[in-house]
């Protein structure tokens, strides 16, 4: 975002220095552990019409692949576009990019617009998201999504204001941190478990250690019996013995 904002003539308030070796530090780790690694995309307009952000485009594919349907995700994304103008243009970030999103998958899996909808369409359409949404929906849409039994349901509900003891007495207890307490609200109290579960987080010293790194890949070797190595004045040698 820096490097775009200086290319259209600002100075952002940014160290770029001070940021490279982040990226060094997480490229190496996305190599070392097999993950895909960023890359700027072409050109594409169409990500101007529906806004869908990139994350959420390869969620879609996942779920679309699971479905056996990712042929499908180019028609989804045209879909969010008319979505989105029928829902009166909101911005693109969570949650309503989600709303978006999953009321034009479900359309281009049904087979037919609106044959379905999420619960989350019908709480927008009610302005349970914005006083503004209902305002600004194209009314046909609106009268389609709010047709159905199930808005019925969710008409006049209001979100409950739960103190931050109810809070706590909900999502954790007396021993739980207040930072955790918000991870279980935020992500859910399945996600923080396996968060935990998972134990820290590993320790990367090659990158700033080459050396501890490269001893750490050569102890792993179960095919070689000595390792001889020299680069200028440093000599390595490792070699295995019978205990």
Same mark, same amino acid.
């Given at each position: 975002?820096?490097?775009?904002?200086?290319?259209?003539?600002?100075?952002?308030?940014? #160290?770029?220095?001070? !940021?490279?070796?982040?990226?060094?530090?997480?490229?190496?780790?996305? @190599?070392? =552990?097999?993950?895909?690694?960023?890359?700027?995309?072409?050109?594409?307009?169409?990500?101007?019409?529906?806004?869908?952000?990139?994350?959420?485009?390869? #969620?879609?594919?996942?779920?679309?692949?699971?479905?056996?349907?990712?042929? @499908?995700?180019?028609?989804?994304?045209?879909?969010?576009?008319?979505?989105?103008?029928?829902?009166?243009?909101? !911005?693109?970030?969570?949650?309503?990019?989600?709303?978006?999103?999953?009321?034009?998958?479900?359309?281009? !899996?049904?087979?037919?617009?609106?044959?379905?909808?999420?619960?989350?369409?019908?709480?927008?359409?009610?302005?349970?998201?914005? &006083?503004?949404?209902? @305002?600004?929906?194209?009314? #046909?849409?609106? /009268?389609?999504?709010?047709?159905?039994?199930?808005?019925?349901?969710?008409?006049?509900?209001?979100? %409950?204001?739960?103190?931050?003891?109810?809070?706590?007495?909900?999502?954790?207890?007396?021993?739980?941190?207040?930072?955790?307490? !918000?991870?279980?609200?935020?992500?859910?109290?399945?996600?923080?478990?396996?968060?935990?579960?998972?134990?820290? %987080? &590993?320790?990367?010293?090659?990158?700033?250690?080459?050396?501890?790194?490269?001893?750490? /890949?050569?102890?792993?070797?179960?095919?070689?019996?000595?390792?001889?190595?020299? &680069? #200028?004045?440093?000599?390595?040698?490792? =070699?295995?013995? &019978?205990?």
């Amino acid at each position: 975002m820096a490097s775009n904002a200086q290319a259209l003539g600002y100075e952002p308030l940014v #160290n770029l220095d001070a !940021i490279k070796p982040v990226e060094k530090h997480f490229t190496f780790i996305a @190599k070392r =552990e097999g993950h895909p690694i960023g890359a700027p995309r072409e050109y594409d307009h169409a990500q101007y019409l529906h806004q869908v952000p990139g994350g959420m485009i390869s #969620n879609l594919r996942h779920q679309l692949r699971t479905l056996g349907m990712e042929e @499908k995700l180019p028609a989804v994304l045209e879909e969010a576009g008319r979505v989105r103008a029928e829902f009166g243009y909101p !911005i693109m970030v969570t949650p309503l990019s989600q709303f978006v999103g999953t009321q034009a998958a479900i359309n281009i !899996i049904a087979g037919e617009r609106y044959k379905e909808v999420t619960d989350q369409s019908i709480q927008y359409a009610l302005g349970l998201w914005g &006083k503004e949404a209902p @305002k600004v929906m194209d009314p #046909n849409i609106k /009268d389609k999504i709010l047709s159905r039994p199930r808005a019925s349901e969710w008409t006049g509900w209001t979100p %409950p204001d739960l103190s931050l003891n109810e809070v706590r007495q909900k999502f954790g207890g007396p021993g739980v941190s207040d930072e955790e307490l !918000i991870l279980r609200v935020i992500a859910g109290e399945a996600a923080v478990k396996a968060m935990l579960a998972a134990g820290a %987080p &590993k320790e990367y010293l090659a990158v700033t250690q080459p050396l501890v790194g490269l001893l750490g /890949d050569l102890s792993k070797r179960r095919d070689l019996s000595q390792v001889y190595i020299q &680069k #200028n004045q440093l000599t390595l040698r490792i =070699e295995k013995r &019978k205990a």
